[in-house]
Structures are given as structure tokens and as C-alpha cells.
């Protein structure tokens, strides 16, 4: 079956401009993670959902921020007034159930944002 | 912040050889988990232990946990050119969502044929 897809693979854009990224999670499941990852690190946890609410964003870097999932389904991070150091690969995740400590999270191959 | 933090920051092994990383984390747990990230094909799970567990196995992957010492070692037998990936340990941190996930800086393995 289809794993979780990001779209766009790649976004070049310029310091300022507002930005989106999509994630598809598999179908079906519950919980949707959002996580930026900067070169030679781990991810960082930015906002965990749980259907369509948002059950943990206290990852978000600040209130240019926001991640949005209305169906329950596929989920959009947006970046407004963007900045260099907003450079960095995005990584969706998904996972059956959210609330457990237990659920293995499927990731996405990313979206690599470099902001010039 | 980052809970885990993987050691050796770099590894460079003979294809067949052992190769073992370390994880260190801060706070109490519930689990530790181990991902793969090979360039191009993203993070996937290798293996889930729980606090109670001392020890798991999974094919060439074994997992130690020692909650004592707060540290978790994830030893790969006869390693593959395949192997040549990027190695991070993550903790599950609760909070009022029910829990996040919270990766180290991870161990980059390079496995030489």
C-alpha cells in the first residue's frame, strides 16, 4: 500500500515569502506528526495531531508557524514571512492511533525548504 | 531540546564486522525506539523496547535498555554495505497530547564493502 507522501519534494523560495507544505498520511490512520530536520541532526518534533485537532504544538518555533488538518486526513504546515534559518527538511509522519507511546510512526522522504 | 543523544557520532566499519551505538537520554520513559534514515528514503522503525525489557532482538539488530544508566546500545551483527545509514535512538516524552517523540542527533554508520 501507498506510504505517507510529501509534496513538494523541493522548495526554493525567498527570504519572507509564505510557504505550504502537504503531507498525506496513510490511509486510515489517526495521528500525524510534523518534524524539521537541520543537517547533521534528528528531527525535531514540531506539532502532533490527532484527527483533525492539533493535540501537541508546543514544538512550533514561534506564531509564524501553523499547521492545519481539516479532514482528518492530509495535513498542510505553513510558513508565513519566511526566514534563512527556516532551512531545513520537513518530515511528515503517521501513525494508526495517536496517545500511545507504543504506535510506530511511518515517515514520509521529506520536503527539502531552503529559503534564500 | 533533544532527549536522546546517540555516541559514536560517526562509525566506519568492514563490511561483516559488529557495530554497536549507544543512546543516552535524560528523563524517565516508557519506551526507547530505534530509526534508520538512509539518504532518499527517509526514517523507518527498526525496533521498539520497553522500559521493562532489558534486551530485544530483531533479525542482526539487538537492543539493550538500561534504565538505570538511562542508556539503550543498538549492536548490528555482520554488517552490510546496506547498512550504510544514519542511526537515531527516540524517546516518547508525555505530555497533555499524549506523547511526542523526541530524537537524538543520531550515529552515521558507513559500512565499507
Known amino acids: 500500500g501507498a506510504g505517507v507522501s510529501q509534496t513538494p519534494s523541493n522548495k526554493v523560495t525567498e527570504k519572507g515569502k509564505y510557504v505550504e507544505l502537504r503531507c498525506d498520511p496513510i490511509s486510515g490512520h489517526t495521528a500525524l506528526y510534523w518534524y524539521r530536520q537541520s543537517l547533521g541532526q534528528g528531527p525535531e518534533f514540531l506539532i502532533y495531531?490527532?484527527?483533525?485537532?492539533?493535540?501537541?504544538d508546543s514544538g512550533l518555533p514561534n506564531d509564524r508557524f501553523f499547521a492545519v488538518r481539516p479532514e482528518g486526513s492530509v495535513s498542510t504546515l505553513k510558513i508565513q514571512r519566511t526566514e534563512r534559518g527556516d532551512s531545513a527538511v520537513y518530515l511528515c509522519?503517521?501513525?494508526?492511533?495517536?496517545?500511545?507511546?507504543?504506535?510506530?510512526?511511518?515517515f514520509g522522504p521529506g520536503t527539502r525548504l531552503t529559503v534564500l | 531540546s533533544q532527549q536522546g543523544e546517540e555516541d559514536p557520532q560517526a562509525l566506519s566499519i568492514q563490511e561483516g564486522e559488529n557495530a554497536t551505538m549507544n543512546c543516552s537520554y535524560k528523563t524517565s520513559i516508557n519506551n526507547l525506539q530505534w530509526y534508520r534514515q538512509n539518504s532518499g528514503r527517509g526514517l523507518v522503525h527498526l525496533i521498539l523496547i520497553r522500559s521493562n525489557e532489558r534486551e530485544k532482538h530483531s533479525g542482526r539488530l539487538r537492543v539493550t535498555l538500561d534504565t538505570s544508566k538511562k542508556s539503550s546500545s543498538l549492536l548490528i551483527t555482520a554488517s552490510r554495505a546496506a547498512d550504510t545509514a544514519s542511526y537515531f535512538c527516540?524517546?516518547?516524552?508525555?505530555?497533555?497530547?499524549?506523547?511526542?517523540?523526541?530524537f537524538g542527533a543520531g550515529t552515521r554508520l558507513f559500512v565499507k564493502a
Open positions: 527516540a524517546t516518547a516524552e508525555r505530555n497533555t497530547g499524549g506523547f511526542k517523540t523526541i
Open positions: 509522519a503517521s501513525s494508526p492511533r495517536g496517545g500511545s507511546s507504543y504506535n510506530e510512526q511511518f
Open positions: 495531531f490527532q484527527g483533525t485537532g492539533a493535540a501537541d
